[in-house]
Structure formats: C-alpha cells, structure tokens
C-alpha cells in the first residue's frame, strides 16, 4: 500500500474532525472524554510509573495525554507526533510554558523513548483492504518498536465488536493475530487487554 496515499487520506479525516470540534475528545474522533481516559488508562500500563520516564505519544491530536499524565502524578517527559500539522499547532499553543511537553510535525525528528503508545490511529481504513490496511499497521508497528526502549502499547477496534454497528470504513483488528505477531516478532512479554466496555483491545509490548 503506498504510504503517501492513506497518509493524505488520514490527515484529511482527521483536519475535518479537528475543524469541526476543537481540542476535544470529539476533535481527535472519540465520542467522549470517560471513553478517551479508559483507553488512556489501558495504554499507560505499559509504563512503570514509579521511575521519571520519556514518552512519545504517535497520534497526539492536541496532547490530551499530557494533561492526563499530570493528574495522574506521573514523572513524564512527554513527545507528541501528529501527521496533522494543525493539532500540532495547536498543540503547541495549548501546552506553552508547561514543563516537559514537546511537539513534532515530522516523523524524521522523532527521539527514542522509553516508552511509545498510540490510541485510535488505526481505526479507519478508508476504502483499502483489509490485507492491505493489516500490511501498512504493521509497518507502523515496527516503526514503534525502533522508536521505543523499554515497550510500547497501542489500541485498535476488535472484530468481536457488535456485526450491525460495524462500519466498512473501519478496521477491526484480530486480537489473537496481533498478539502473536507481535510476541513473534518483538519480545515474549505480550499482553492483550480485552477486559473494558469499549469495543476495542490493548496490546502492550514489554521488551524489558
């Protein structure tokens, strides 16, 4: 699948979110803030919390997460990437003066982190085919993996979600099959978190 292609058609999904809603959970496509925070919730049990950390947040919207790891007392030095250079901005704006928060539009300037996590960046896949939207999540999710040291964790919607609220723009992941590429090709220490009333799962990757 050619990366131009679905990243233009992203950027253009998310613009129109964005425009429309703001620096709101709604502005980043999630239906409410109690949603966006149990999946935060999710996301961060790949962190050990009790040791200062660095963090790139791949997909950060407007850095909601930023906020969230202050709240809940972590010691974080927070990086946020988003192909959307208007939630950078904004970004930016939002965060001024705030200790420990930095923001980037290119992938190219990205640093290594000890942790990497992503929340809804697979979820549409336009008119691509399953194959090929699988082909191109992968690819990212090696991206990840050179991006991180210690692991990285990241959401997708599930197949087990409910047949007539499925949309076929979507893309609802097998979480049997990532679990084990991911246990295949990145470290044995997977787990898969399907357990929360959402219709999605968790995949954390410890390579400690």
């Not at 998310?14 to 999630?30: A, K």
């Amino acid at each position: 699948m050619a990366n131009h292609s679905n990243i233009d058609l992203i950027k253009s999904y998310f613009e129109e979110r964005f425009n429309l809603h703001g620096t709101s959970p709604r502005g980043v496509d999630w239906n409410s803030k109690a949603s966006q925070e149990i999946r935060f919730d999710q996301l961060l049990k790949i962190c050990n919390s009790s040791a200062p950390l660095s963090i790139l947040d791949y997909g950060c919207g407007y850095g909601a997460l930023a906020d969230y790891l202050v709240s809940k007392s972590y010691n974080a030095d927070y990086y946020g990437y988003d192909i959307v250079e208007q939630m950078i901005i904004t970004a930016r704006k939002h965060h001024a003066g705030k200790h420990m928060r930095t923001f980037f539009a290119d992938k190219d300037q990205l640093p290594v982190c000890d942790y990497v996590v992503a929340s809804g960046i697979f979820n549409v896949r336009f008119n691509y085919s399953f194959e090929a939207w699988t082909e191109y999540v992968i690819g990212i999710l090696h991206h990840f993996n050179d991006l991180s040291r210690k692991g990285f964790s990241f959401n997708m919607l599930t197949k087990y979600s409910d047949a007539d609220r499925m949309r076929t723009d979507l893309y609802y992941a097998d979480p049997c099959f990532m679990f084990d590429y991911c246990k295949t090709n990145f470290t044995r220490s997977i787990a898969l978190l399907h357990d929360y009333p959402l219709y999605d799962f968790t995949i954390l990757v410890h390579k400690e």
